[in-house]
C-alpha cells in the first residue's frame, strides 16, 4: 500500500489537485493503492502567528474517504529545520515502518519545510525499505514534475466545480437559490429586450445614450435606485414637459409603471397600489446587466465540446464571502480542468472604473482560484482604450500573460475570442 504527504501552505488548490490525481492514478504512478494521505500544517507562522489548518481541515473534508484516510499533523515552527525533521519523524515513524510505498508532493508550505521534510522522509524510507517518490505541481503549467526519473505527468484530464473551489478556500456561496439559471429570470422577454439594448448601441448609438440617461432620471435618486413610486412619480413629473419626446425610446423596454404614470397624464386613474418592484429588475438589466448576459450567451454559443458548461463549471453572479470578511462577486466564471477564469463585465466607458474593475476581477479570481487561474475584462471601450488598460494593469500586476481586456470591436464574437484567449495560455 501507499502513503502520500503533502505540505500545506496558505494556497490548498495544488495539494488538492495532486491528491485528487494521484488517487485516480495511483497503480500506474506509484505502484500499489493509495489508502493514505497525510497533511502536514502549520499551527502558526513566525510573522502573523496565523495557522493553515483550516485548509488542511477542508482538504481532509473533501478527501477522506471509505478508501481512503487522511490525517493530520501539526508542524509547530514551519522555519526551524531541527523542529520540522523531529515534528515529521515522530509523525511517520510507525507508518513508513509499514507501508511499502511513500509519495511526497513538497509544492506547498514554506522552502524549509520542503527542503526538511523531503530529507527526513527519504531517510526514513531507506532506514525502512520503503520506497521514497516525490513531485512537484507546477499550477500554473498544469505539469506533475517528478523526481526520481524526471517523469512528468499532465493533470489537465482533472476537473474541478465551483464548489470544490470555494470549500477549499473557506468562501461561501451566498447566491439565492436558483441565482444561475438562465439569464433574465422574472424579467419579460428578456431575451429580446437584450437584442434591443444590443441593436440601439450597436447602430443607434445616440438613442442607446439617451435610454440610459432617461432612465437613470426616472429610477435613480440620491445615489440609489428609488425606493418607492412616489419618487418614481416624482421624478416622472419633473420631466413630464418632454415625455412625449423621449417616451418612443422609452416605451419598447417594457416598464409597466411609467405606461401607468404616462396614462395618469392624460386623464386615465392612476393604480393605488403602483409598484415599483419589476421595474427596477428591468432597469438594472438596462443599466448594465444585458452585457453580462450577452456575454454569458456568447460563451455558451462558442464553447467547444470539450469545454462543458454546466452549472459547477460555468455561471454569472457569483457571490461570495468568508468568515467575518465582506462578500465580493464574480460576474461570470469558468472552470477549466483546475483553473478559474474569472470575467468582469462593464458597460460603463471610463478608463479609471474600467481599470479598478480590471485589478478586482485580477484580485478576486486569485482568492478563489489560487496562481493559476486567469481573468478577462469585457468592455465597451474603443480598441486604444482597451490596449491602454491591458498594459497598464499588466505592468502593475503579476499575471500579465493571463489576463485580457476586450473591447468594442471584439465584441461580434466575444465568445469565441475569449475562447481563443484560454486557448493561447495553455
Request: hydrophobic fraction near 35%.
Amino acid at each position: 500500500m501507499a502513503i502520500l504527504v503533502l505540505l500545506q501552505g496558505f494556497n490548498p488548490l495544488p495539494n488538492y489537485v495532486v491528491a485528487k490525481y494521484l488517487a485516480k492514478h495511483d497503480q500506474d504512478l506509484l505502484g500499489e493503492k493509495l489508502d493514505e494521505i497525510i497533511v502536514f500544517y502549520s499551527k502558526q507562522t513566525r510573522h502573523n502567528n496565523s495557522s493553515t489548518q483550516q485548509y488542511a481541515v477542508n482538504l481532509q473534508k473533501l478527501l477522506d474517504t471509505p478508501k481512503v484516510k487522511v490525517s493530520l499533523m501539526p508542524l509547530t515552527n514551519i522555519n526551524n529545520g531541527h523542529t520540522i525533521r523531529s515534528e515529521v519523524e515522530r509523525a511517520l515513524q510507525d507508518l513508513i515502518a509499514k507501508q511499502s510505498i511513500v509519495h511526497l508532493n513538497y509544492t506547498g508550505g514554506t522552502k524549509a519545510t520542503g527542503i526538511h521534510s523531503y530529507m527526513t522522509i527519504r531517510t526514513m524510507c531507506e532506514s525502512y525499505h520503503a520506497r521514497f517518490t516525490a513531485s512537484y505541481l507546477d499550477d500554473r503549467q498544469h505539469m506533475l514534475y517528478w523526481d526520481n526519473n524526471l517523469q512528468i505527468q499532465s493533470v489537465n484530464d482533472l476537473s474541478l466545480t465551483i464548489t470544490e473551489f470555494l470549500s477549499l478556500h473557506c468562501y461561501e456561496d451566498r447566491r439565492p437559490s436558483g441565482a444561475n439559471d438562465e439569464f433574465g429570470e422574472n424579467i419579460p422577454n428578456s431575451a429580446a429586450l437584450m437584442q434591443h439594448l444590443l441593436s440601439l448601441w450597436r447602430y443607434d448609438r445616440a438613442n442607446y445614450c439617451k435610454l440610459q440617461n432617461v432612465i437613470s432620471g426616472l429610477y435613480r435618486r440620491n445615489d440609489g435606485y428609488v425606493k418607492a413610486a412616489n419618487d418614481l412619480q416624482a421624478n416622472f413629473s419633473a420631466m413630464q414637459h418632454n415625455i412625449d419626446d423621449i417616451w418612443p425610446i422609452l416605451e419598447p423596454v417594457g416598464l409597466s409603471t411609467l405606461r401607468q404614470l404616462k396614462a395618469s397624464v392624460q386623464g386615465h386613474e392612476l393604480s393605488k397600489k403602483l409598484s415599483i418592484k419589476d421595474d427596477l429588475k428591468i432597469v438594472q438589466f438596462i443599466r448594465g446587466f444585458w452585457f453580462e448576459c450577452y456575454v454569458k450567451q456568447e460563451l455558451q454559443n462558442a464553447a467547444p465540446d470539450d469545454m462543458p458548461l454546466t452549472a459547477q463549471t460555468f455561471g454569472r453572479s457569483l457571490t461570495v464571502s468568508r468568515g467575518s470578511e465582506k462578500q465580493f462577486e464574480l460576474d461570470l466564471y469558468l472552470i477549466r480542468g483546475y483553473q478559474l477564469i474569472g470575467i468582469s463585465v462593464t458597460t460603463d466607458d471610463t478608463e479609471t472604473l474600467c481599470k479598478t474593475k480590471g485589478f478586482e476581477v485580477i484580485h478576486r479570481t486569485r482568492q478563489i482560484g489560487g496562481d493559476g487561474r486567469m481573468a478577462f475584462l469585457v468592455t465597451l471601450l474603443p480598441d486604444k482604450k482597451r490596449d491602454h488598460i491591458q498594459e497598464e494593469l499588466k505592468s502593475d500586476t503579476d499575471i500579465s500573460e493571463r489576463f485580457r481586456v476586450f473591447g468594442e470591436s471584439d465584441l461580434n464574437d466575444i465568445g469565441s475570442k475569449i475562447v481563443r484567449a484560454l486557448n493561447s495560455y495553455e
